[in-house]
């Protein structure tokens, strides 16, 4: 008898001791998890190494990744300076530089993941009525499910809202314009877990990672506003704060008015609308396509009948090689920044006939 109750004596204190260490081993584990504190896009340039925060510039056709930068904090009462993570060691975050460990070494968590976001106005144009619009007019986050959820994916410049544009030219991979991007980092303890313990984002604008990628020369100027949505002053409800919240947008990066896009053209160019000398260039093929600095026609070089303007891009196989026709391609800023042919915006007739008249900004 005595045995028995010795027996179950030790049976109530292995279950006791099970149950404890089954109450404790979570909290245990909790209380080693490490704090998710801050993240950020961080961009690498052409493979240079580096993983940089805030507003990146880089001239168009250039590889580039997207990083996710986490930082984490010990939980409790435990100080300690914040730990960072990345995929590349070296990352430059509002230019400081922190050494990044590679992300297999965050312990206590039983996964990471990424949810990677391109940040947009959500339309490619915006009539704009009073100074009121202006005030409301905002960026948000667009789930881009098909960049991956890995710590690092390759960069592209695809806006959310380029599939909503009307497209007059050939369907063209364009690695010039501007992007902002925003990466949430999600974190469970529990391997299983089906929703996060914690959650954390990186900045939304004007503090999201920018890229802006520009065509070189002539073409630099038009080509940085792809990407962002283009705006129009409607009514006369204006006073002189909401048109500088115009200008701030633009200088900002944030929206483009085809007026603020031309002006910039004029500028870099050092000329006013009334320098430029205009030539008559014909539609038909008789006109040959110059070399950059060499004469009219050129990329980018502006084209204009009556108050319709847009700027040459490149010469098309589809129309006479070498040849400026209706077939070549110009980018339009007329209701958002896209790529056209200039048939689909100047008149020309069946014979492929009609006629443009051409400047050099610069």
Known sequence: ???????????????????????????????????????????????DGVARTGDIEMVAGQDFRLHAILATEPRGDEAGEPVYYSAVPQVEIDGRQVEALPPERIGGLGWV????????????????????????FAYEPFFRPEWGSAWSIDGTLDAHFDGWLEKDGPDIDRDFGTLRYQVWVEAAIDGDALVPDQRVKSPAPPDATRLEARLPGALGTPSAVFGL????????????????????LYDDRLAFSQVSVLRDILAAGGV?????????????????????????????DLVHVGDRWAVLFADS???????????????DFDAGATVRRLDRIFTVNEEGEGDVFVAAPG
């Open 272 to 300: 006013t609308w009334e320098d430029l000398t205009w030539e008559l260039a014909p539609l038909d093929g008789s006109t040959a396509w110059s070399a950059p600095g060499g004469g009219s026609p050129a990329p980018g």
């Open 1 to 47: 008898m005595q045995g028995n109750r010795l027996l179950f004596l030790i049976i109530g204190v292995i279950v006791a001791l099970a149950a404890a260490v089954l109450w404790f081993l979570p909290r245990a584990e909790r209380l080693r998890a490490p704090t998710l504190s801050a993240a950020w896009v961080g961009i690498e340039v052409g493979g």
């Open 317 to 331: 196989a589809e129309g006479v090689v070498g040849m400026l026709d209706g077939a070549d391609l110009c980018l």
């Open 229 to 248: 949505p283009g705006i129009h002053r409607e009514g006369d409800a204006w006073d002189a704060s909401a048109v500088a919240r115009l200008r701030q």
């Open 113 to 136: 993941r990424m949810l990677w976001f391109s940040v947009e106005h959500g339309v490619p144009f915006r009539e704009l009525e009073d100074g009121a619009d202006v005030e409301r």
